[in-house]
């Protein structure tokens, strides 16, 4: 079945530094790929999508790209901030409407300054 | 735009009690889906409704676990009894047909059910 692996945490990073969080995932077909966030009492936001091969997503500074031939969709931010300390998801969909996400463990990320 | 709302943020109850929890979707989303988020993991999904309709159920633990959405809008999340194991985050999360963001889901922020 369908299934996303993420780096283990927690990721303890000084502002400034850049950041990668490693997401590979399995899958049948041609999923769609996403990055949530959880910050601390919140909910799910999403972060970014790629929704085919090569596509990169982008939003605040973060990035992922869509790598098949690798079934990778790294998560990269040149210059973390304290504000971006919070719990990190990768997940994937069958890429058709309406199905359930299969989300990755989470990945814990601590930014001081 | 208003997200999607859940209520309550927290509950606490003892094993064996009923709750109940309910979810409005954003609106003009069609599907609804509730999630299971245990400690330190990711969230996993208990039941999909595309309107009123229950599409994917197969993971909802359907002895002591229930739900409904009347009138394809909002929803409700039931457990009875509740046992110590239930204890986790309950997200709910809804997303809409016929746009270019089909495959989007926004979550509410949750709730924290502790079952002493």
């Known amino acids: 079945g369908n299934s996303v692996t993420q780096m283990e945490g927690p990721v303890t990073l000084s502002e400034e530094a850049f950041l990668t969080i490693n997401c590979t995932y399995t899958?049948?077909?041609?999923?769609?790929l996403f990055w949530y966030v959880q910050y601390p009492g919140e909910g799910l936001q999403l972060l970014l999508k790629?929704?085919?091969?090569?596509d990169k997503g982008s939003n605040k500074g973060f990035e992922a790209t869509y790598r098949k031939e690798t079934t990778s969709f790294h998560l990269e931010k040149g210059s973390v901030q304290v504000s971006d300390s919070a719990v990190y998801f990768c997940a994937l969909s069958e890429n058709q409407a309406g199905t359930a996400l299969i989300f990755g463990k989470g990945t814990t990320l601590s930014v001081s300054s | 735009e208003a997200g999607v709302v859940q209520s309550p943020r927290y509950k606490i109850i003892e094993k064996k009690q009923p709750v109940a929890f309910w979810c409005n979707p954003i609106s003009g989303h069609n599907t609804l889906y509730w999630y299971l988020q245990n400690l330190g993991q990711g969230p996993e999904l208990l039941i999909r409704y595309e309107n009123e309709e229950a599409v994917d159920d197969s993971q909802l633990p359907k002895d002591r676990f229930s739900a409904e959405r009347l009138k394809g809008v909002d929803s409700t999340l039931k457990i009875q009894p509740a046992e110590l194991g239930d204890s986790a985050v309950y997200l709910c999360a809804s997303s809409a047909e016929g746009t270019g963001d089909t495959d989007t889901q926004y979550f509410g922020p949750g709730t924290r059910l502790t079952v002493l």
């Open positions: 790629a929704t085919k091969a090569d």
């Open positions: 899958a049948t077909g041609y999923p769609s």
